[in-house]
């Protein structure tokens, strides 16, 4: 499962200047906050180690994407729209020395403070993981669990956790909702209806060599977990 399968935002391939613009221009707010704060450049150690730049870069993308990245993953066009528009120097081995500084790390907190947001912490995973098992209870599809999953965090204002995370944990907690409805199925069953279940299976003397259970698939839609629900309901 590639990011572009899911909801996980990303950085576009090409951006037009209106895109460029609309999403990687800072408002009069935004210039407010990034000229008042001591913290972020006024400081000699904050200016001979990091750039304003690397500063506006981490609160514009995030912006966008709903998790933090290096300097080294964002496009060209858009430190360069940034740059000019900050009228700061684009140096790449200033924002490569920025990415690893303190100063760095002072900024991340000041943009969650400014953006209100929550790093994705224990609490967070404990939100992904509870997200993820009730979403397998209406979903299949591990791709609509990631989706779900994510729209869970972002409105609770969580950092986005590095794709592969969402990835690994879905199928877990998909496995274990299967078997806990797979569980409560069974024990819902009588003697009867459990042998009845299991005598599907066998093929016995059918000359062609097949099962009921096969005969009821040829012909039924695929199987899903609301028609498993109905078939037991009635």
């Known amino acids: 499962m590639q990011s572009s399968d899911t909801a996980y935002p990303r950085f576009k ?9 609309e999403f ?3 408002s009069d707010t935004e210039l407010m906050f990034c000229s008042d704060t001591e913290l972020m450049f006024c400081n000699s150690m904050t200016r001979s180690t990091s750039t304003r730049l690397g500063f506006v870069l ?3 993308t995030y912006q966008r994407l709903g998790y933090f990245v290096s300097s080294k993953q964002v496009p060209n066009a858009i430190i360069e729209h940034i740059a000019a528009a900050v009228d700061e120097p684009y140096d790449k081995e200033n924002l490569a020395q920025y990415g690893s500084s303190q100063a760095r790390r002072k900024h991340l907190s000041a943009v969650r403070n400014f953006l209100n947001v929550k790093p994705f912490g224990n609490d967070g995973k404990a939100l992904m993981r509870q997200t993820f098992s009730e979403a397998a209870l209406t979903k299949e599809d591990v791709i609509d669990i990631v989706n779900t999953g994510i729209e869970t965090l972002v ?3 969580y950092e986005l956790p590095a794709f592969d995370t969402l990835v690994r944990e879905a199928p877990v907690q998909r496995v274990s909702a299967n078997q806990a409805l797979f569980a409560k199925i069974h024990d819902a069953l009588t003697n009867e ?3 009845f279940i299991d005598q599907l299976f066998i093929v016995g003397d059918d000359p062609r060599c097949v099962s009921s259970w096969k005969d009821l698939k040829r012909d039924a839609v695929k199987p899903t ?3 498993m629900r109905d078939l037991l309901a009635r």
Not at 13 to 20: G, I, N, P, T, V
């Open 24 to 26: 990687y221009t800072l």
């Open 225 to 227: 977990i609301d028609g």
């Open 13 to 21: 391939s090409r951006l037009s200047q209106s895109e460029l613009e």
């Open 193 to 195: 209806g459990r042998t």
């Open 58 to 60: 981490l609160l514009k």
């Open 155 to 157: 409105r609770h204002r």
